[in-house]
């Protein structure tokens, strides 16, 4: 794995790749298992693709990505990738989406367990109430992520 840390005007985030695909997006300052690169080309395109969405001027990503977790943690993050810029869906829409409707609970589990932030959008993942709710990070963060996107 190569990660490198980088700045943006939400604070430092750790990116990591294994191979050509990203595997992990984090808010804040991780070591991780693997080579330290800051000037690794594909990390440093990923760091410039966040900071263009962070300005406004960017709504979609064109990266790879390495999808972990269990068959239902995937399925969940699948239908996460779905959402459209600018738009949002409740667990309960998610889960139901995946074909178990009773599973909101288990969907904010695997939402939370999302190890690509941003680039899984989990932060369009709202309550069905409309209220922001958990977001692993913060909700100032989840705020702001929904905010640039209106």
């Known amino acids: 794995m190569v990660y490198g840390i980088f700045s ?15 595997c992990y997006l984090q808010f804040g300052t991780e ?4 080579t330290l690169d ?3 080309s594909i990390l440093k395109d990923v760091h410039q693709q966040i900071m ?13 990505l390495e999808i972990s977790g269990s ?4 399925k969940v993050y699948e239908a996460v990738l779905s959402i459209p810029y600018g738009r949002t869906k409740s667990y309960k829409e998610i889960a139901s989406r995946i074909g178990n ?20 959008p989990c932060h369009r993942v709202i ?13 100032d ?10």
């Open 8 to 22: 943006t005007i939400l604070g430092n985030i750790t990116i990591a790749r294994n191979g050509q695909k990203i």
């Open 52 to 64: 263009e969405y962070l300005e406004q001027k960017r709504k979609e990503f064109q990266v790879d």
């Open 101 to 120: 409707s009773n599973a909101s609970i288990a969907v904010g589990g695997a939402v939370g367990r999302n190890k690509i932030l941003v680039l899984i």
């Open 141 to 150: 963060k989840k705020k702001f992520l929904l905010e640039i996107e209106k």
């Open 38 to 40: 800051i000037n690794d």
């Open 31 to 34: 070591e991780l298992k693997g």
């Open 127 to 139: 309550g069905s109430n409309g209220n922001l709710t958990g977001y692993a990070k913060g909700l």
């Open 71 to 74: 068959d239902f943690e995937r």
